[in-house]
C-alpha cells in the first residue's frame, strides 16, 4: 500500500512538473507582435512585488513586479506605438510607497502627451481603498463600475498584542529595547498599546493623511478640504463619488476598454505588460551598467530565500556575495540598492553595510533607494549609501535594538514536561528558551543592548553628518515617514527609483538623462532552477502553515525570536489602511 502511494504522488509530481515545462516551452516559443497602435493592459489588482522577475510565478499566477510595471510606463512613453494605458484597479493590494512611485511613473507617462484611464469595479473591493484610488487619481480618466464604491475611507492602523495569549500560555517574553519608541517587543509584553507608541502612531497616520489627501487633490484638481470632506463621507456609492468629482465616468470594464481603444485609433489593441516588454524590451538595457541590488523581507544571515508561501527573506550570504560580484564587474558603473524591509538580524545587516562600504571604497557609487520601509536593519544597510532616495510615504528610521527571548519554560510545566540544566559556566544557558534570565544573564544582555545601540547612532551620525544629539533626537526607535525622515536630515531625496537611477548616473559620471543597462545582480534564475527549487519543496510546509495562519502578523514577528533568538533590529509590525 505504502508503494501505491508512493508511486501516485510521483506520477503527481511528474505530470505536474510536465505540464509547468511544457506550459513555459510554449510560452518562450511565442513570439509576440506588437500592434500599429498599443494600449498598455496594466493589471494592478495584486500586489506587486520587489525584485527581480520570476518566470515559474507568473506561469503559477504570482505576483506581478513592480520593476516590471515602471518599465513598461517609462518604455511606453518613448514608443510611439503606445497611445496610452488602461490600468485595472481594485483595493488596497499595493503599498504606500509603492503607489506613489507608480502614480509618479503614470504622471510622467501623461505628460508625454498619453492617456492614462483607471478603472475599477471598486475602490476598496468591500475594504478600504485608500491607496488605490490616490493611485487612480494620477490618471486623466477614472471609471467605476455601477454598483461600485470609492473606499476612500481615510487611514488607521492596527497594532497587535499578544501578552495576554503568552500569558495563557505560560510564555514569559523576555526583551529589552532602546528606546521608548521601539515598540517591536510591545507585541509580546503589553496588553495594550504604550504612550510613546500611541504618539508616533499618530504622527505616522496624520503625515501618511496629509500625502494622501494632497495627492488625490491634486490629482482630481480639488480643494483639500473638500477631499477631507468626501474621505470623512466615505464609502461613497457610484453616484455620490460622480458628483464630487472624484471619478468621471460609470461604466463597465467593457465600456472602459472600448473608450480607450477609440482614444488611440484605429488598429490600436490591448497589449499585456510581459508581452509588450519581451518585443519593446526595457528602458534600462542599453548603454553602460548600473548594478541593481535587491534587498526585500527580513534580513537574516545565510542565503534569501523566496519561498512559494511564507515570508521572504533577505540572507547576508546573497546579498553581500551579489555586492561584491558587482564591485568586482568592471562594467559596473554605480550600484542602485533597492531596500524594502523592516530590519532583521543585526549581524546580517552589519555585513551587508561593510559590503556596501567597500564597494564604495573601490570606486563604485552606492545610491540607496527605499520602497514600502527600510527601517531599522533597512536603514543601517541604507547608511552605506552616497546617497539615500525615499519615497514620502516610505517607513523609515526605527533608530534602535531589541533583544531577548521568549521563555517556554510556563508553557513545559502546563504540558508536563519539566527541565533541569547542567552546565559548566555561568551564562552558558543564556538563550535556552526553557529558563528564564538569570540576573548575570540579564546583565549581558543589557551590556551588548546598549553597545549595539551607541553603534547604530554611532553610525546615523557620521553617515548622515548630525551631532550625537539630532542622531538620537532622531533614533529612539522611532518609525518616521520619508518625508519626515528628510527634514530630519535621515535621508537625501525624495522620490521612487528613477530618481535614485538619476543620482546613480550622476555619481557615475554621466549625463542625468544618459541611457543605462539596469542589471540585477544575482541574475534572474533560470526557469529550470527555478523548477528544482519547487521540486526540493525547501519549507514549503512552514511557509504554508503560516500563510494559513489567523494570527499570522504575530506569527511572523514571533518566528525570529524562536528560531534564533538574540539581537535585532526590526521595525514593529505596522498594518496602515
Excluded at 508511486?7 to 516559443?29: M, P
Excluded at 488602461?86 to 493590494?93: F, T
Excluded at 532616495?389 to 504540558?415: E, F, Q, R, W
Excluded at 546598549?450 to 533626537?473: G, H
Aim: overall charge negative; hydrophobic content about 45%; proline content about 5%.
Amino acid at each position: 500500500m505504502l508503494r501505491f502511494f508512493v508511486r501516485l504522488f510521483a506520477t503527481i509530481g511528474f505530470l505536474v512538473v510536465s505540464a509547468l515545462v511544457g506550459g513555459a516551452y510554449l510560452v518562450i516559443r511565442q513570439e509576440p507582435t506588437l500592434p500599429r497602435g498599443v494600449v498598455l493592459n496594466l493589471d494592478l489588482t495584486h500586489s506587486l512585488a520587489e525584485g527581480g522577475n520570476d518566470r515559474l510565478g507568473g506561469l503559477l499566477g504570482h505576483e506581478a513586479s513592480l520593476r516590471d510595471a515602471l518599465d513598461a510606463l517609462e518604455r511606453g512613453r518613448k514608443d510611439a506605438r503606445v497611445k496610452g494605458v488602461l490600468a485595472r484597479l481594485g483595493g488596497d493590494q499595493i503599498g504606500f510607497a509603492q503607489t506613489q512611485e507608480l502614480r509618479a511613473a503614470v504622471e510622467r507617462f501623461r505628460a508625454s502627451g498619453r492617456f492614462a484611464i483607471a478603472y475599477a469595479d471598486s475602490y476598496g473591493d468591500g475594504g478600504a481603498g485608500n491607496r488605490a484610488f490616490l493611485l487612480a487619481s494620477g490618471f486623466d480618466e477614472v471609471w467605476m463600475q455601477p454598483l461600485g464604491v470609492v473606499g476612500l475611507t481615510g487611514l488607521s492602523a492596527e497594532l497587535p498584542f499578544a501578552r495576554g495569549l503568552l500569558d495563557t500560555l505560560g510564555v514569559q517574553p523576555q526583551l529589552q529595547h532602546r528606546e521608548e519608541y521601539k515598540s517591536f517587543s510591545d507585541t509580546f509584553t503589553q496588553s495594550t498599546i504604550t504612550p510613546a507608541n500611541r504618539e508616533m502612531m499618530q504622527g505616522l497616520i496624520g503625515d501618511l493623511t496629509n500625502q494622501l489627501v494632497d495627492g488625490v487633490a491634486k490629482g482630481r484638481r480639488l480643494p483639500p478640504a473638500s477631499v477631507r470632506a468626501a474621505i470623512d463621507r466615505a464609502p461613497l456609492l457610484e453616484r455620490e463619488a460622480l458628483d464630487l468629482k472624484l471619478i468621471d465616468r460609470i461604466g463597465y470594464a467593457d465600456e472602459a476598454r472600448d473608450a480607450a481603444l477609440q482614444r488611440a485609433g484605429a488598429d490600436a489593441e490591448l497589449v499585456e505588460l510581459p508581452d509588450y516588454l519581451a518585443v519593446a524590451g526595457g528602458p534600462h538595457d542599453n548603454g553602460p551598467t548600473i548594478a541593481l541590488v535587491h534587498i526585500v523581507g527580513t534580513i537574516t544571515g545565510g542565503k534569501s530565500e523566496r519561498p512559494t508561501f511564507g515570508e521572504i527573506n533577505a540572507g547576508a550570504d546573497t546579498v553581500v556575495r551579489a555586492i561584491e560580484d558587482a564591485a568586482d564587474d568592471a562594467d559596473v558603473r554605480a550600484i542602485l540598492v533597492r531596500i524594502d524591509s523592516g530590519g532583521g538580524a543585526v549581524s546580517a545587516s552589519e555585513s551587508i553595510r561593510r559590503a556596501l562600504a567597500k564597494a564604495r571604497q573601490r570606486g563604485k557609487p552606492v545610491i540607496a533607494s527605499m520602497g514600502d520601509s527600510a527601517a531599522s536593519g533597512g536603514y543601517w544597510i541604507a547608511l552605506a549609501a552616497d546617497r539615500i532616495v525615499a519615497s514620502p510615504a516610505t517607513l523609515t528610521g526605527s533608530i534602535g535594538v531589541v533583544a531577548g527571548k521568549m521563555s517556554l519554560g510556563g508553557l513545559s510545566d502546563k504540558l508536563g514536561v519539566r527541565w533541569d540544566r547542567v552546565s559548566a559556566a555561568r551564562n552558558a544557558g543564556m538563550w535556552s528558551p526553557m529558563h528564564p534570565f538569570s540576573p548575570a544573564e540579564e546583565e549581558r544582555l543589557t551590556a551588548i543592548i546598549d553597545a549595539t545601540y551607541a553603534s547604530f547612532l554611532e553610525r546615523v551620525a557620521e553617515a548622515r553628518r548630525l551631532t550625537p544629539e539630532q542622531a538620537r533626537a532622531a533614533a529612539k526607535g522611532r518609525v518616521w515617514t520619508g518625508a519626515q525622515a528628510r527634514e530630519l536630515g535621515l535621508i537625501d531625496e525624495l522620490g521612487g527609483q528613477e530618481e535614485a537611477l538619476t543620482l546613480a548616473r550622476s555619481a557615475a559620471g554621466l549625463a542625468t538623462d544618459a541611457e543605462v543597462t539596469l542589471a540585477p545582480y544575482p541574475p534572474p534564475k533560470t526557469l529550470t532552477d527555478e523548477l528544482l527549487d519547487l521540486l526540493s519543496g525547501k519549507g514549503e510546509l512552514v511557509g504554508a502553515l503560516s500563510a494559513a495562519a489567523h494570527l499570522r502578523p504575530i506569527a511572523s514577528a514571533l518566528a525570529p525570536l524562536l528560531d534564533s533568538p538574540g539581537l535585532r533590529a526590526s521595525m514593529p509590525p505596522v498594518g496602515v489602511r
